[in-house]
């Protein structure tokens, strides 16, 4: 006995014969069809695993058009149980039968094969019949994911199941500039997405989900967060400094330094201090809003005269940077021009993160001092 389940209760049965011709599995089909027991979708799944096993067994069992090749099909509480009965096959082996039984193990509620005394050989499945409902609780979370690609209620309980892992993860970006309804929904989409992808034979299914809830996320903070547009680079460098500041906040149980976050990710202190900044950029103040110590607002400050110098000073030092070697002009528009992070000018120009600090804290000062 070769069975992935135990057999369902048989009742209401029909039986059919067919010549173990070609034409075996177009009449099998049109069998089905006629008898009206399933609805489009599963009848058109029962009538591809029928027309599967039926060329398995032409191929396989070294049939003749002496033999016969019987269906039957039978209607249960809960499903339709379709068997295919021939003579026994020389080597009942399974694994040699191609991509039928393949077919019939993701698509089939239940499936089985047996060698039977009498001679034969018989492999059945089950799909669900038309107005039941399966019970699904029981299931493990591997025979639930195996099923909800194809079968919508394996689908919701799994969201049902992993509900809460999508929601923790959605607490995680709080306080970022995006309403928490807004992030819970981002991080069920993300949910969705990672059951409708997830493949079973390449690992457990919740290491793969978080990263795609995570990605999602991220996603949505990047495009839809940030009140002043910033590069996407210094966007993931931000969230990135924020959570290793709460990391470390609560393994050091003390003020956290931009030092300590720098040596713990292996980054200039300087382009920490840049993630912090990039962070005040998910919220804006309005120019109106007054000053909580002098209580006078922005809107004050600004005036024609202080535009217009500003524009003088630009031109300066834009005379004052043509007079500086080729490399050091190229170091400052990498910098600040393509807003490139030290590590991503390394790698560009082919030299290590300290030297690119050396050699824009060099350039900086050379560029302060020509334009005093």
Partial sequence: MMTDMAEPERTASSRFTFPAAVGAASAAREALASLGRLDPIRLAEAQLLVSELIANALQHAGLDEADRICMTVETGTTGVTIAIVHRAPLDP??????????????????????????????????????????TISHLSDEEMLQRVRGDAACRDEAIKRFRDLATGLAGRFRGKGVSDEDLEQVALVGLLSALSRYEPETGPFRPYAIATIQGALKRQLRDRAWSVRVPRGLQELSLEVARTAESLAQRLARTVTPADIAAELGLDEGEVLEGIA??????????????????????????????????????????????????????????????LTQTEIAEELGISQMHVSRLLSKTLARLRNLAE
């Fill in 93 to 134: 082996d399974l694994s040699a039968r191609g991509v039928g039984l393949t077919l019939v193990e993701h698509i089939a509620r239940r499936w089985g094969a047996s060698q039977c005394g009498d001679g034969t050989f018989e492999v059945w499945f089950e799909v669900r019949a038309p107005g039941t409902h399966e």
């Fill in 278 to 339: 990039a962070g005040t950029a998910y919220q804006t103040e309005s120019i109106d809003a007054p000053n909580e110590r002098t209580g006078a607002n922005l809107a004050d400050s600004l005036h024609d005269a202080t535009w217009a110098q500003q524009l003088d000073d630009w031109r300066e030092l834009a005379e004052v940077i043509r007079s500086l070697p080729v490399a050091e002009q190229r170091l400052l528009y990498l910098r600040f021009y393509r807003d």
